[in-house]
Nanobody, 111 residues
Framework: VQLVESGGGLVQPGGSLRLSCAASGFTFSSYYVNWYRQAPGKGRELVATISPSGGITNYRDSVKGRFTISRDNTMYTVYLQMNNLKPEDTAMYYC?????WGQGTQVTVSG
């Protein structure tokens, strides 16, 4: 079982990034998938959730209207499109499904 995040990086405030989470080794299409983030010195917080079919999504209030979670079950991948990024979005972003976690991808908003 593996979840591999990618797409993080350094971006200026107001910029955009798209994170990807590629899954393998389990029935990906049967699971809710979550994006979490953890900033230095802070706890891990839930950012967005998507249902197995993709028909239901939920977001934390601070990212509503700026982030969009989506999935392509044929590609075993979940995406997090992040627009109008703010310095407070700086964190390590993790993909989660059931009790499986990826290694994280760093997002830094600065400049």
């Amino acid at each position: 079982v593996q979840l591999v995040e990618s797409g993080g990086g350094l971006v200026q405030p107001g910029g955009s990034l798209r994170l990807s989470c590629a899954a393998s080794g389990f029935t990906f299409s049967s699971y809710y998938v979550n994006w979490y983030r953890q900033a230095p010195g802070k706890g891990r917080e839930l950012v967005a959730t998507i249902s197995p079919s993709g028909g239901i999504t939920n977001y934390r209030d601070s990212v509503k209207g700026r982030f969009t979670i989506s999935r392509d079950n044929t590609m075993y991948t979940v995406y997090l499109q992040m627009n109008n990024l703010k310095p407070e979005d700086t964190a390590m972003y993790y993909c989660n499904a059931d009790n499986y976690w990826g290694q994280g991808t760093q997002v830094t908003v600065s400049g």
